[in-house]
């Protein structure tokens, strides 16, 4: 039976790039480049890009597909570096970024919708053993990804990939704090249902 | 608790963001419920999966292409326009040339970015007549230089002064290599600090030293990626010699006349030394 010893309690992040990931941590930092930012400043522009790019890029191609992620990642910059006077230092510039970033995409897929019924996720794969034995559970998880509710998956991927805590999902999506575990209850349900839909074998994880 | 309630909960509880109480609620329930147990089960083999999730490469292109896009939106333009007059808000970046009787070791700083656009313009094609007449005419090279943004002779300690920052050729070069004249150009956007040196062959090399790396100065130039001491560096053909760029504290260094990259990777592990961030 579950203990509560084993519940996660360390934020989640794929893969940290060192550099980037110290100096976005660096709070003071991200103040006086924040700052800067908002005067215009270059540099500092191409500080926060530096910063934070990998970590947009990683949710909007997640979010979108590969083919259109970078047009969608500099958009995303664009209206980041346009909009940052807005930013007020009530959340992280971190959690601001997300949810531009989050916003952005939304807006592409319902402008995509409206052009073509046509989603970015790949065809379901053949799900026979021998098949399933070449692919690994990872790709299985983006393929279910693509199938999720957009809205959902944001609340997903901030959670699971970018390591956000409730509060900080609750600023990106600009949402009640309260209703994001509800949020990602029904994420993680769908997931797994697309997932074993897919083929997956959940017990293989735990090992 | 009951198996709703705990559904309900069971996120927050796996992520860690119950209250100790609520958890503990939590957690004997599971502790009693097999389908609960499995639940939970289930959210955790999710996790442990999306930890496998490996990041894209992100396509190098993005900045390149946003880049001109911000230099351009018109609030930056009244922003700055009003700002720079009244602030110490000059940006900084480094401008190094070289020329083959010399090294050049150069650092730009910008005073006025709400004329990027134009600032590209005139830059890119001011050092592509720079970099034509590189090998030929290494003196009407540096002539085109000094007569373009008004160059006058100066020394560290003013390039120090008006930059802001110690410029980190200043704090020495590799061995061997001497240092001739420094100049200040002053561009239309920016003024540059540029320092021409020798080395024992009297062969030259041109030092940029910028806070934002600069592809156009190299045009359409093909470009390949390296490593040089451990750190990534684009390296560009110009004529017989080599031009090669990096990141180097909070900014980067380009160099101008690298004969091969055995010359690149001497500047690049020289300064990295030179950089009490990075030693």
């Known amino acids: 039976m579950k203990s509560a010893s084993t519940r996660r309690s360390e934020p989640l992040t794929a893969s940290n790039s060192g550099e980037g990931i110290q100096a976005w941590t660096d709070l003071q930092e991200a103040a006086e480049i924040v700052e800067a930012c908002q005067k215009g400043d270059p540099v500092a522009q191409r500080h926060l890009y530096n910063v934070s790019h990998q970590k947009v890029y990683r949710l909007v191609v997640r979010m979108v597909g590969i083919q259109d992620a970078a047009d969608v990642t500099q958009q995303v910059f664009l209206q980041a570096f ?50 399933r034995e070449n692919f690994d559970d990872k790709v299985l998880l983006e393929q279910a990804l693509g199938q999720l509710d957009p809205e959902l998956r944001s609340a997903f991927l901030l959670r699971e990939v970018e390591g956000l805590s409730y509060r900080e999902i609750a600023d990106a999506l600009e949402i009640p704090e309260g209703t994001v575990g509800s949020r990602l209850n029904r994420a993680r349900r769908e997931l797994k249902q697309y997932l074993i839909k897919l083929g997956w074998e959940p017990s293989r994880e735990l090992l | 608790m009951n198996c709703s309630e705990v559904q309900e909960r069971l996120s927050a509880y796996h992520d860690s963001e119950l209250s100790p109480d609520e958890a503990a609620h939590v957690s004997a329930h599971v502790e009693e419920c097999s389908s609960c147990a499995a639940a939970l089960a289930s959210f955790e083999r999710l996790s442990a999966l999306s930890r496998r999730l490996t990041d894209p490469l992100v396509p190098g292109h993005i900045w390149e292409e946003l880049q001109p896009k911000l230099a351009t939106r018109p609030e930056s333009r009244t922003l700055l326009t009003w700002f720079l007059p009244h602030h110490e808000n000059i940006k900084y970046f480094a401008l190094a040339a070289t020329i083959f009787i010399a090294i050049g070791i150069g650092v730009v700083s910008y005073f006025n970015w709400f004329s990027h656009s134009d600032h590209d313009h005139h830059l890119a094609m001011n050092f592509s007549r720079y970099l034509e007449e590189l090998s030929e005419q290494p003196d009407k090279a540096q002539q085109i230089l000094l007569a373009e943004y008004d160059g006058r002779h100066t020394t560290w300690q003013e390039a120090t002064h008006i930059l802001g920052y110690e410029p980190i050729a200043a704090r020495g070069l590799p061995a061997d290599y001497i240092l001739d004249k420094v100049y200040l150009l002053n561009m239309p956007c920016c003024t540059c600090a540029q320092a021409i040196c020798k080395n024992r062959e009297g062969q030259s090399i041109a030092i940029f030293e910028h806070a934002i790396d600069q592809p156009i100065w190299f045009g359409d130039k093909p470009t390949v990626d390296c490593l040089c001491h451990d750190t990534p560096t684009s390296v560009t053909q110009i004529g017989d010699r080599l031009a090669a760029s990096w990141k180097e504290g909070p900014r980067y260094i380009t160099i101008i006349g690298a004969t091969d990259l055995d010359e690149v990777t001497e500047f690049v592990a020289h300064f990295k030394g030179n950089n009490p961030a990075k030693s």
């Not at chain 1, 601001?96 to 073509?116: D, G, M, P, T």
């Open chain 1, 82 to 131: 346009r909009k940052i006077g807005q930013f007020s230092g009530g959340s992280q510039i971190g959690t601001w970024i997300y949810r531009v970033a989050v916003n952005e995409a939304l807006q592409h897929l319902r402008k995509r919708k409206r052009r073509h019924f046509q989603t970015f996720e790949q065809e379901p794969m053949d799900r026979s053993a021998a098949s």
